[in-house]
C-alpha cells in the first residue's frame, strides 16, 4: 500500500505538482553510462527522484524543466567542462541557488579548490564510497541522518566550507 502511495505521489509531481514533498529531486548529469545508472540507482533506493542527463550540453535546459532540488554532476564532461557548466548554472536566476555536487576522478586536493571556487557545493571523488556519497547528498538536501532505517549516520561527506 505504502509503494503505491508512493508511486501515485512520484506521478503526480510529474503531472500536478501535488505530493511535492514525498521525494526530494536530483539531476544527475554523467556522460558514463554505468556511473549514471549506479548514482540513479542509488537515489533511487534512498526514495529521491532521480533524472538523468547525458549530456552537459542538455543539463541546464534540464534542469530548468525539471528544477532539482540537487544537481549531481560530473567533471570531466564531452562537450562541455563541468566547469563551465557550473558557471552556468549559478549565472541562471532560476538555478543559482540549488547546490551542486561533483562525483569527479578528479581526486587531488587542488582539484577540489578549483572545483568549489568554480561553484560547486560539495565534492565526491570516484571511485565513490557509496556511504559517503548518499550521506553527501542527504547533507545538501537537509535529510542527514534520516536514513530508511531510521538510524543517524556519520557524515562521511565534506561539505563546503563556511
Same mark, same amino acid.
Given at each position: 500500500?505504502?509503494?503505491?502511495? $508512493?508511486?501515485?505521489?512520484?506521478?503526480?509531481? !510529474? @503531472?500536478?505538482?501535488?505530493? #511535492? %514533498?514525498?521525494?526530494?529531486?536530483?539531476?544527475?548529469?554523467?556522460? @558514463?553510462?554505468? @556511473? &549514471?545508472? /549506479?548514482?540513479?540507482?542509488?537515489?533511487?533506493?534512498?526514495?529521491?527522484?532521480?533524472?538523468?542527463?547525458?549530456?552537459?550540453?542538455? #543539463?541546464?535546459? !534540464?534542469?530548468? %524543466?525539471?528544477?532539482?532540488? /540537487?544537481?549531481?554532476?560530473?567533471?570531466?564532461?564531452?562537450?562541455?567542462?563541468?566547469?563551465?557548466?557550473?558557471?552556468?548554472?549559478?549565472? %541562471? &536566476? #532560476?538555478?543559482?541557488?540549488?547546490?551542486?555536487?561533483? =562525483?569527479?576522478?578528479?581526486? *587531488? !586536493?587542488?582539484?577540489?579548490?578549483?572545483?568549489?571556487?568554480?561553484?560547486?557545493?560539495?565534492? =565526491?571523488?570516484?571511485?565513490?564510497?557509496?556511504?559517503?556519497?548518499? %550521506?553527501?547528498?542527504?547533507? /545538501? &538536501?537537509?535529510?542527514? *541522518?534520516?536514513? !530508511?532505517?531510521?538510524?543517524?549516520? *556519520?557524515?562521511?561527506? $565534506?561539505? #563546503?566550507?563556511?
Amino acid at each position: 500500500m505504502i509503494c503505491l502511495w $508512493r508511486a501515485h505521489c512520484l506521478s503526480a509531481i !510529474r @503531472n500536478s505538482g501535488e505530493c #511535492a %514533498d514525498v521525494a526530494k529531486k536530483v539531476l544527475v548529469v554523467e556522460d @558514463n553510462e554505468l @556511473n &549514471l545508472k /549506479l548514482f540513479c540507482d542509488l537515489l533511487r533506493a534512498h526514495e529521491y527522484a532521480a533524472e538523468p542527463v547525458r549530456d552537459g550540453r542538455e #543539463a541546464v535546459a !534540464r534542469a530548468r %524543466d525539471f528544477m532539482p532540488d /540537487l544537481i549531481v554532476m560530473d567533471i570531466q564532461l564531452p562537450h562541455v567542462s563541468g566547469f563551465e557548466l557550473i558557471g552556468q548554472l549559478k549565472a %541562471d &536566476l #532560476a538555478l543559482r541557488a540549488i547546490p551542486i555536487m561533483a =562525483v569527479t576522478a578528479y581526486a *587531488g !586536493r587542488e582539484d577540489e579548490e578549483r572545483i568549489r571556487a568554480a561553484g560547486a557545493d560539495a565534492y =565526491v571523488s570516484k571511485p565513490i564510497s557509496l556511504v559517503r556519497f548518499v %550521506d553527501a547528498v542527504a547533507a /545538501l &538536501l537537509g535529510t542527514h *541522518g534520516k536514513s !530508511r532505517e531510521g538510524t543517524p549516520r *556519520g557524515s562521511g561527506s $565534506r561539505p #563546503a566550507p563556511g
